[in-house]
Nanobody
Framework: QVQLVESGGGLVQPGGSLKLSCVASGISFTGYRMAWYRQAPGKEREEVADITTGGSTNYADPVKGRFTISRDNPNEMVNLQMNSLKPEDTAVYYC???????????WGQGTQVTVSS
C-alpha cells in the first residue's frame, strides 16, 4: 500500500520558519521525482518545488530564495524548509511522487500551514 505522509505544518508568525517532511512507503523511492505543492483558499493547487533523485531542484518564483527542498533517499523522505514566511504562503501543502518509468503519481493528504500575526 502506497503512502505519502506529511508532517510539520502549523501556525507561524510572518517572518518565521517551518520545516515540512514527507515520508514515503510502498514505493521504490529512488524511482520517483518528488515535489511539494500548495493550495490556498480559493486558488488552484500549484507546484512549489521539486527535486530529482540526484538532487536537482526547481522552485516557483514566489518562494525562490526562501524555501529549500531536499531529499533523504535512504530514509525515503523529502523535506521543505520554509523561511521568511509571508501571509500569502498560507495554504495546505501536499507531497507528490511522480514515477520516472510510468505516468503513475501519488499525493499525500496534506498539512496545513498558516502564516498570521
Amino acid at each position: 500500500q502506497v503512502q505519502l505522509v506529511e508532517s510539520g505544518g502549523g501556525l507561524v508568525q510572518p517572518g518565521g520558519s517551518l520545516k515540512l517532511s514527507c515520508v514515503a512507503s510502498g514505493i521504490s523511492f529512488t524511482g520517483y521525482r518528488m515535489a511539494w505543492y500548495r493550495q490556498a483558499p480559493g486558488k488552484e493547487r500549484e507546484e512549489v518545488a521539486d527535486i530529482t533523485t540526484g538532487g536537482s531542484t526547481n522552485y516557483a518564483d514566489p518562494v525562490k530564495g526562501r524555501f529549500t527542498i531536499s531529499r533523504d533517499n535512504p530514509n525515503e523522505m523529502v523535506n521543505l524548509q520554509m523561511n521568511s514566511l509571508k501571509p500569502e504562503d498560507t495554504a495546505v501543502y501536499y507531497c507528490r511522487a511522480d514515477s520516472y518509468y510510468s505516468s503513475t503519481y501519488y499525493w499525500g493528504q496534506g498539512t496545513q500551514v498558516t502564516v498570521s500575526s
